[in-house]
Structures are given as C-alpha cells and as structure tokens.
C-alpha cells in the first residue's frame, strides 16, 4: 500500500510541476487530507522543517523566528491549499529567485550533500501535514 501511495505521489507531483501547472498543486500528494497537528511541529522544528530559520509565525514558545520570508501568520487566509502545496514542493515554480528549497522535488537541483541526493527534504505526508497546518493560519 504504502508503495502504491509513493507512485501515486510521484505522478501528482511531476504532473503538477509541468510547464502548465499555474499557481497550484490542487491534488494532495498522498490522495488524502494531511493533519494539521502533525504539521505543525514540523514548521516549528529546527532540524526538520527549518521553517522559522526565514519565516515567523504564531509560534509564541519559538524565540528567533526568520524575517527574510514573509509571515506564516495568516498564510491560509492568503493562499489556497493548492498554492501552499506548490510553494511547498517546489517554490521555484512561483518565484526563480527564492532561497526557499524544494521540499518534495529531487530532480534538477543544484548543491545538494550527496547523502540527500535523490531523496526529499519532507516525504509526501509530511508535506500534507504542514499544508493541512498552515491553511488553519487565518488572519
């Protein structure tokens, strides 16, 4: 099963990311609703999702939150789930010149370790989970 779900992740990803994906990654990657309790501890983490290295947020308890990104504080007020998910997997889609990595593509980057080559930042339900976090993040 869980195979089956990478496939059907792949294939939503790469045709998402064509030349004429727009603004939006509608489909989840995994078929199913991510949770947003799940997500975020990942946006909060340090060593996992390094969110805040760049963004702020309602993050109360996290000291040194980024401001070289804008704030996550109203982020599902500002963008669809769909947006989310794409600036997630591949934020270069939406801006060429963003710091931000690619959280799900693995394909065509540049100065990666080589012990992370081939392999995404955040798998495909994680990816759910932080979309699924941050579309709660309403002004």
Known sequence: MRLAT?????????RALGADAGDAIPASLTGAQGDPARGRPIVANRQLG???LCHSGP???????GDLA????GAGSRWSEGQLRLRMVDSG???????MP?????EGLTRVAP???????????QIEDVVAFLVTLRD
């Not at 990478?6 to 790469?14: K, L, P």
């Not at 993050?59 to 939150?65: A, I, M, N, S, Y």
């Not at 690619?102 to 693995?106: F, G, H, S």
Request: hydrophobic share 50%; net charge positive.
């Open 50 to 52: 390094l969110c805040l």
């Open 93 to 99: 889609r939406v801006n060429a010149a963003t710091i």
């Open 115 to 125: 012990a992370y080559q081939g392999k995404p930042i955040l798998t495909a339900e």
């Open 6 to 14: 990478a496939i059907f992740a792949v294939a939503i990803a790469g």
């Open 70 to 73: 804008p704030s996550l504080r």
């Open 102 to 106: 690619a959280y799900y593509r693995t």
């Open 59 to 65: 993050f109360q308890e996290e000291r040194f939150q």
